[in-house]
């Protein structure tokens, strides 16, 4: 049978890739983009800089993917919320999603797109600006389905589905920073039922 001994075309890399993009996930999350360096990062991935940008491409391309995969794992709640079939249930899911995702054991407390390049310098600008457009698109998606819920009289004619959904952001927002110092998740769910007693907000 005879071998080259040569490595076959296309054998797997030396590492599991989506292990590698969860552990930089969490730097991410728990440093920020510009306070995560590429030691760091390469460290907690457990590769050499050149296997990582063979792999995931240069720091703001890892961050890109980073951002999808948090969205498709730990802030998955956010598409969930809004599958469910009424206003009220929509802000439920949200508000509890972004409880349970901000106090999760065994990954940092807060979250990734709320703190992840709040303040950032001309090298964080990128990530910043990437936070804020998807940031931005979930205020968007909110305020849709409550258009949705007001063109079908189950929200008060009038209703602004915008403001409404900046205020549901906020709330969010408002218990990711308060996760992120400390606070409890049975606190939070508190602060989370407060503002589903007063829904919709006058």
């Given at each position: 049978?005879?071998?080259?001994?040569?490595a076959?075309?296309g054998r797997p890399?030396g590492f599991?890739e989506d292990?590698a993009?969860?552990?930089?996930?969490?730097?991410?999350?728990?440093?920020?983009?510009e306070?995560?360096?590429?030691t760091d990062?390469?460290?907690?991935m457990g590769?050499a800089?050149?296997?990582?940008?063979?792999?995931f491409?240069?720091k703001?391309e890892?961050f890109?993917k980073v951002?999808?995969?948090?969205?498709?794992g730990p802030a998955?709640?956010v598409?969930q919320a809004?599958e469910e079939p009424?206003?009220?249930?929509?802000?439920?899911t949200?508000?509890?999603?972004?409880v349970r995702a901000?106090?999760?054991?065994?990954?940092?407390?807060?979250?990734l797109?709320?703190?992840g390049?709040?303040?950032?310098g001309d090298?964080g600008?990128?990530?910043?600006?990437?936070?804020?457009?998807?940031?931005?698109?979930?205020c968007?998606r909110l305020?849709?389905?409550f258009?949705?819920?007001?063109d079908?009289g189950e929200?008060?004619t009038?209703?602004?589905?915008?403001v409404?959904a900046?205020y549901?952001?906020?709330v969010?927002?408002g218990?990711?920073?308060?996760?992120?110092g400390?606070?409890e998740?049975?606190?939070?769910?508190?602060?989370?039922?407060?503002?589903?007693?007063?829904?919709p907000?006058?």
């Open positions: 049978m005879g071998s080259s001994g040569k076959p075309i890399r599991d292990e993009l969860e552990r930089a996930m969490v730097v991410f999350w728990r440093q920020g983009y306070g995560a360096s590429l990062l390469t460290d907690a590769i800089r050149t296997s990582m940008y063979a792999a491409g240069n703001e890892l890109h951002l999808r995969r948090y969205a498709e998955a709640y598409g809004l009424t206003a009220r249930e929509v802000v439920a949200f508000l509890t999603g972004s901000t106090t999760q054991p065994g990954f940092p407390h807060g979250c797109a709320v703190q390049a709040l303040a950032a090298l600008r990128p990530a910043r600006d990437t936070l804020i457009a998807w940031r931005d698109e979930v968007a305020r849709d389905r258009q949705q819920a007001v079908g929200l008060p009038g209703t602004d589905p915008a409404l900046r549901v952001m906020t969010a927002h218990i990711a920073v308060q996760a992120a400390g606070a998740r049975a606190e939070l769910e508190q602060v989370a039922d407060l503002a589903l007693r007063n829904w907000p006058a």
